[in-house]
């Protein structure tokens, strides 16, 4: 922590802050310069807390350095990203994972269908909102339970796992029984309560940012659940609201890499929400693994007319398959593979 | 709706767009134009879906002009704006409501002299935060029950309804036999499940808007309570993320006479989370009811730097007792009061 | 400046570090910490270069603690805030400037009806565009010189000083024969041309803050303006660009008591293009003066279905009257003045 | 033109508004509806103006449906891309463009060092700044005629057309003298008198997006330019301003494929200045090819270290080489090509 002084601030200002650090078990550090000068605070392990430093007299700014989360940080595994094993995916590792189906699960035999044509591009998990959420309270809101039941059906069928999302803990409590992977949305990315129950969960968790998150929320969102011990979450890159009127969120692929030089964690994106439309989510998804990703999840419908949420963004099968051709010859050029073998 | 058509549309297109339309029970008009054509639709009472419709061949754009929120709609009420009774004060009438109070609840003593000085100038309601949204994990995270206790005291002894969040169903249920009105943080605007949570609830809600919500989404959000039976929210804007890194967030003042025009709801605001910092409170304080506010929710401390949360944008008593004369003096401007009298 | 290190870094790395800062005559101080090391910059007068210092080996982060401008911060004048001479009026004293006119001149007669109306409400200068910036080509772009020479004889009768904007160097050399304040637009405030050329021009230039330009960017193009010599800035906040769609631009009211407190400058605003429409600029201006706007610059119009530009922004005379006086009640409320006197 | 009627539109409004539409050679359509009406507007061939319609009683909104610009539009060119010759380049054609240079030249043996190895890994053009836009007055500010005089050189040795920027008219005069293509920068995006002054050059422009330009607000800057004459357009998205914090700027990769559906014009990314930091410069060039940029601009220096503006965000050789590599591979899934062919 670097506390920067007021060009006014007097000896005894200076002495009492250096009195308020040594209180708090730190040790302050003098900096005289020519026009301003500051005070260093060191000795702390984790983030510097002393709540009343910004109050006193004299102090102009304070600077914080080290960064407020642990477990999710590179540096706590010296550098290494962890890979998590999701059915015969190792999600992280050299094969950026491949992951699609319909926003919404909207009739058993089509989801059956989507599921067998999937797994035959080289698929390797299942998407489907059972519950979904939605801006409006009078737009359909999925079908629940008999939903995560026909994804099980689908898993049972074609061995791809599920990817569902919860909205509360009673949903939890159902989805954990079905699903492989809990989804947690951009907008319950900082609902601390569901966080911290799906830390207790024993599924891996992808969990999408915020539509106006920064990359230190995000990994504190993370954070919430890594600290309540399930390690295996996946961020998802999934756009962010800016001005732009042109897409239906703007996808920030910087925050790929950066994120990889951040955390430990691996890092995947969504190139359907942000496209708005079905045209664009083929180059944000070649974007999204051109910058770094380690898998996409895509939004995929075998005949989007019938789809009962976002069909104008779900790609059609033809369209899924040319992507992940296209996904494969991007992710070779980085040295890497995409997905399974198609079949 | 009005669908735009691609200049290359063919007469077929045209009249499959067409049966589409009156497939759905709605009524097409086509609309010929020198260089583009459209088709209208009408005969909707509400939102007209047509989900396959921006899939169909020659269809460049479909606009919507039926807003989709209904209970919140200002034309609902034929232009009355909505008043709530909470405690002596009538919410959204012509007296401007005053709210403040710790932002969390961090010892009795102080909490109870906090509400009394409040209470002799003039504050109607005593905010206090016993659960907090905090970013980071191992943040300070709230007393929970023994903090509603703390707030029941304050009220048992000055009148003052209490005003306290909630972020999931568990702590609902105790928020709802201690407190008056329940706050809904900005992070769980859409939490879909906790706004249905608190639409079966039986007391008010004072609602607030997301850091990066259009005012249809925050509207729709109000919809979600109001469509469970709950009437009484009164909407809060306190700022919005932009790009501007000099203050927390962007209050957003034009929100408020844009809200008012839209809704009946009552809508205050909060100077000082956007304000992040004591010295911005008061200037966005007066600026949000220069503005047409219907009321204040400002962040007050003793001792601030005893605050375990948000001390530096804590005003002292000095300093809300100032802050109260200016408002009392703006709102006289346009011509209504502010809070209860001074004692 | 202080140069985080990586907690990797070396004592070589470090020492090369050092040396490199003392090379460009500055001080190191290393400053030890449990976690992570820095080492600190002073001996800079202004901010300090040292081009190559985030490409060392070791470096993790620099933050720079000194602000890139001299001339227009507070600490130059010592804390005292300018005012400068305006026709009749004092920009930046305790009366708030009170400046209306037409978006643009599009008629002689129209615009000294309108003078004439603005002084017999108190109004103490005339805006009005002879040269205008539009976003589509084909739009209106002005009178050019015939809409200077109106102004000048809307001023010659009312003794009004005149607003007006200028584009470019040639525009400029008109604009300085005619007008009393040079304007300068918003989506110029970063063209570094101009801003020197208007900093050898011998008038006060009214400089709008740009449409995502945070507060340094601001004060570093006012600097531009300093920098060649000319003092008689005021500073112009009129809403920047974020995702909201409620309005055409979000007055961000924080900017103006922040400015105050880092510039001596006069900061004034605009509430007719944040507005976009009529019925918001009297509660933006409201709110912009409760915020502490040294003034106001408002866009007013005899008859706007008339207005060849923004017309469904403009106020009508009635309209303006109404807001100077709630203008005036405000501003008392904070102990100033709002324009001259009516008559 | 759609114009949305208030519910309580009376037929005498409506008659009013069908008038004035009539008397603008323009023709009505009254649609009927059960909440709420609207008149469609038809008979332009342009964007229909009638300036006093939003005026009217009884008009709630008006949705403009044909779009401001047309000479920049893909519809004029009835689908075709246009291609420019540039140097041995064809820019928008399958191959895409590779141009690459220091931020600002700084040395002519440097320069020529730099545009000889950029050759040999196969550039089609020289980037470099003579004039610089720099934040902060005090900042170096370029080179100015000798800069362009160093880069003719090296043009002469390497036969590397020259891209470099102008900022007024009185620099565009020298550009023209010694550039093959003037650059237009982001702050000067609706600088409308160098928009026209260069639409009057000789020269191909590369006009680069403003920080926040909405694409209508893109291409009717493009639109000006094309107006006075010069086709020779190539637009550069180079990142917007968002909330941000952990780039410079975010990369807008999904601007590249919409603005390519909407104009004719080549489209190609500058990942250097979204960057702000050399390790995300490769990753956010393979994002845009992957998005379909049409080319890339990068910034190269051979030793950071010594560059006056920017060098925490130069590529040094080996970076550009291996960066250019990649994209070749990036291109080739997409069946295109990137740059000459390595020497």
Same mark, same amino acid.
């Given at each position: 922590?670097?506390?920067?002084?007021?060009?006014?601030?007097?000896?005894?200002?200076?002495?009492?802050?250096?009195?308020?650090?040594?209180?708090?078990?730190?040790?302050?550090?003098?900096?005289?310069?020519?026009?301003?000068?500051?005070?260093?605070?060191?000795?702390?392990?984790?983030?510097?807390?002393?709540?009343?430093?910004?109050?006193?007299?004299?102090?102009?700014?304070?600077?914080?350095?080290?960064?407020?989360?642990?477990?999710?940080?590179?540096?706590?595994?010296?550098?290494?990203?962890?890979?998590?094993?999701?059915?015969?995916?190792?999600?992280?590792?050299?094969?950026?994972?491949?992951?699609?189906?319909?926003?919404?699960?909207?009739?058993?035999?089509?989801?059956?269908?989507?599921?067998?044509?999937?797994?035959?591009?080289?698929?390797?998990?299942?998407?489907?909102?059972?519950?979904?959420?939605?801006?409006?309270?009078? +737009?359909?809101?999925?079908?629940?339970? /008999?939903? @995560?039941?026909?994804? !099980?059906? &689908?898993?049972?069928?074609? =061995? *791809?796992?599920?990817?569902?999302?919860?909205?509360?803990?009673?949903?939890?409590?159902?989805?954990?029984?079905?699903?492989?992977?809990?989804?947690?949305?951009?907008?319950?990315?900082?609902?601390?309560?569901?966080?911290?129950?799906?830390?207790?969960?024993?599924?891996?968790?992808?969990?999408?940012?915020?539509?106006?998150?920064?990359?230190?929320?995000?990994?504190?969102?993370?954070?919430?659940?890594?600290?309540?011990?399930?390690?295996?979450?996946?961020?998802?890159?999934?756009?962010?609201?800016?001005?732009?009127?042109?897409?239906?969120?703007?996808?920030?692929?910087?925050?790929?890499?950066?994120?990889?030089?951040?955390?430990?964690?691996?890092?995947?994106?969504?190139?359907?929400?942000? +496209?708005?439309?079905?045209?664009?989510? /083929?180059? @944000?998804?070649?974007? !999204?693994? &051109?910058?770094?990703?380690? =898998? *996409?999840?895509?939004?995929?419908?075998?005949?989007?007319?019938?789809?009962?949420?976002?069909?104008?963004?779900?790609?059609?099968?033809?369209?899924?398959?040319?992507?992940?051709?296209?996904?494969?010859?991007?992710?070779?050029?980085?040295?890497?593979?995409?997905?399974?073998?198609?079949?």
């Amino acid at each position: 922590m670097l506390i920067v002084l007021k060009n006014s601030a007097t000896d005894e200002q200076i002495e009492e802050i250096s009195r308020r650090i040594s209180d708090a078990g730190l040790t302050p550090g003098i900096v005289p310069g020519a026009r301003r000068s500051a005070i260093t605070v060191t000795g702390n392990t984790g983030v510097a807390v002393i709540p009343e430093i910004t109050e006193l007299p004299g102090v102009l700014r304070v600077i914080h350095v080290t960064r407020p989360y642990r477990l999710a940080t590179l540096e706590g595994t010296e550098g290494k990203h962890s890979e998590w094993q999701i059915g015969d995916a190792r999600v992280g590792s050299n094969t950026a994972w491949f992951v699609a189906g319909p926003c919404s699960v909207d009739d058993p035999e089509r989801l059956l269908e989507t599921a067998r044509f999937l797994k035959s591009i080289g698929a390797q998990a299942l998407r489907g909102g059972a519950y979904k959420p939605r801006t409006n309270p009078y +737009a359909f809101q999925g079908y629940g339970e /008999e939903g @995560l039941q026909w994804l !099980a059906a &689908a898993r049972a069928e074609t =061995g *791809l796992p599920i990817v569902t999302e919860a909205m509360d803990e009673k949903q939890l409590e159902q989805v954990v029984q079905y699903a492989d992977v809990i989804q947690l949305g951009a907008r319950n990315m900082q609902n601390y309560s569901l966080l911290k129950a799906v830390g207790k969960a024993p599924l891996p968790v992808l969990l999408k940012r915020g539509l106006t998150a920064t990359l230190d929320e995000f990994l504190n969102a993370a954070e919430y659940i890594l600290a309540e011990g399930n390690e295996q979450v996946i961020l998802c890159e999934r756009g962010i609201r800016t001005f732009g009127d042109h897409a239906r969120f703007t996808l920030d692929v910087a925050a790929i890499p950066v994120l990889k030089s951040l955390t430990h964690l691996p890092v995947i994106a969504d190139p359907s929400h942000p +496209a708005g439309t079905r045209s664009l989510v /083929e180059p @944000l998804a070649r974007a !999204a693994l &051109a910058a770094g990703a380690d =898998g *996409l999840i895509v939004e995929v419908h075998p005949d989007p007319k019938y789809a009962l949420s976002d069909g104008q963004q779900a790609l059609r099968f033809a369209d899924i398959d040319l992507l992940a051709q296209r996904a494969r010859g991007i992710a070779s050029v980085m040295g890497r593979g995409f997905g399974a073998a198609a079949t």
